[in-house]
């Protein structure tokens, strides 16, 4: 076989594969934005995305914070800047770490479970019989899945934030004996507002790209159960890296002048 | 004088998914309140004919007129308008599995008509006992009941709404000779109570002798014959002879190679 036809081939099927989810989105966004909207299903899913997903990210945020405390110990105790650990947590947390860690739990929870339930609709011609049924499986499925992700996840985020700040304060307080007091006025005395704002901007986007992931792969999965697998691997694959990329050229963009 | 407009007119339907090509250029009319049974093998692409009429796909070349207007590329309100007249009953039911029974059979009349829960709950209940199920069974849910029970509901769901034309996919496939044969009776008691015009796709004979008036042979892509019920086993035509007599020789032909 011609190698030069095998990487034309593969680029090309890659910017087709761009271009149809380029398409799903723009029609998926545009559904998010004309009536009928069905505020049940959007209340289902963000119960689903968010109050249920708190367990998972609760406990992710606390060890993050926990260890990251640990960790800046043992590092920052060789040149004795021990002081900084507090802003060194809360400015993580808040920037990098909450929304991050937030987003790829999620990706994993919901990501598989948007692309497993739609997939499934899918190849049970539950989706074609949506359409029967005078009801667009775009606004129906779709957009109150969308929704619901923006809106939740900078929720999740916040919560998350929270938590895991507390974890580092637990274990400088309780394991490394630092001053409570000292630990609290040392956290608020670096944190800028857009320190937090900028990671809760970050996690509407993520909530974005796992529920339209999950969504694209799962709405478009052919050939029964082992496409449904299928599909949910590559809504999590693709979201936790798309959450990855995106949060790097965010990052650059929010933080441009600094 | 005009004949009156045919609820289904179809002209030269091609649809190919790449090199396969499905629909060859398909003809056929269904006048009101007629009940036409398309009979082929499987993968002929009689599915994909009732998703063309419907929109779910869009075919290549041809026309497809409903009371005499274009169907093929409709959007936003006109689509709507042209998919509330339809009721569907899908091959596996396809009855949607987060929701109990009865709100699948009120699917329709809470989303897309905006009806009251309890309006719709009622009818939903007695549509589902027309379809001989009990109101307990309203609220289970779809995993709960066996192939027989889903069917009944899922035609329950496709005639609440009293659509002006009903599509059965395979309505038959995968039951017990007496329970396809309460289907087909209650398919035919449905219609006769709505007036519907209906298209069915079936490869089961029992079942298109049963609710057919006129019965069409599909076969690559075309339809190869049509007539009245009572003409099919004299038809002269050699596909219709070897289908619904099940003969493995005839002018069909399946790729079987030698073990």
Redesign the interface.
Known sequence: MNPLALIGRTFLEFLQATGRLGLFTGLSVSHCLRPPF?PRQILRQMLDIGYFSLPVVGLTALFTGMVLALQSNTGFARFEAEGAIATVVVLSITRELGPVMAGLMVAGRIGAAIAA?LGT?RV???I??L?????NPYK?LIVPRLIAGVIVLPILVLIADIIGVFGGFLVCVYRLKFNAANYISQSWQYLEFRDVSSGLWKSAVFGFIITLMGSYNGFNSKGGAQGVGAATTNAVVTSSILILVSDYVMTGIFFAGK | MNAPTPKIELSGVKKSFGEKHVLRGLDLVVNKGESVVIIGGSGTGKSVLLKCILGILEPDAGSIKIDGKEATKLSGHMRDEHLAKFGMLFQGAALFDSLPVWRNVAFKLIQAQGMPRKEARERAIRTLAAVGLDPKVGDLYPAELSGGMQKRVALARAVVARPEIIFFDEPTTGLDPIMSDVINELIVKCVRELGATTLSITHDMASARKIADRIAMLHEGRIVWQGPKRDIDHSGNPYVDQFIHGRAEGPIKMQVRRL
Request: no cysteine.
């Open positions: 069905y339930e609709m049970t011609e539950q074609d019989a359409t029967t049924l005078s009801t129906y």
